[in-house]
């Protein structure tokens, strides 16, 4: 009985460490995608649909679209001074951490 109670233990010990290792910083991450946005000041305007982030920019050249998708970015499509960004469920967290930040 005590074996079977132990090696439980030790398998719920195990999954908790793989599920923390497999949890992002998600503060560090939306803190480098309004960075590799160009910054806070050169963040005009933001929305979020879904898994879709729309962000109208100062000045577009100022934006990583490399590093955006290296960070997880499915697609990125720039339209004018606007990025469309394809980010999943992390959309409307970046949405709200930038609408703290002002």
């Known amino acids: ?8 233990v030790v398998i719920l010990i195990i ?3 793989v599920l923390k290792a497999g949890k992002k910083d998600v503060h560090l ?9 160009g910054g806070k ?10 898994s879709r982030f729309k962000v109208t920019l100062k000045d577009v050249s100022k934006a ?3 590093a955006i998708t290296k960070l997880g970015a499915k697609g990125i499509v720039e339209i004018d ?4 960004i394809i ?3 992390e959309s409307k967290q970046l949405k709200k951490y930038i609408d703290n930040m002002k």
Not at 81 to 84: A, F, G, Q, R, W
């Open 1 to 8: 009985m005590w074996q079977y109670i132990i090696v439980g």
């Open 15 to 17: 999954l908790l460490a």
């Open 29 to 37: 991450e939306l803190n480098k995608l309004v960075e590799y946005l």
């Open 41 to 50: 000041d050169n963040i005009v305007s933001s929305e979020s649909n879904l």
């Open 64 to 66: 990583n679209k490399e």
């Open 81 to 84: 001074n606007e990025l469309k």
């Open 87 to 89: 980010l999943g469920p």
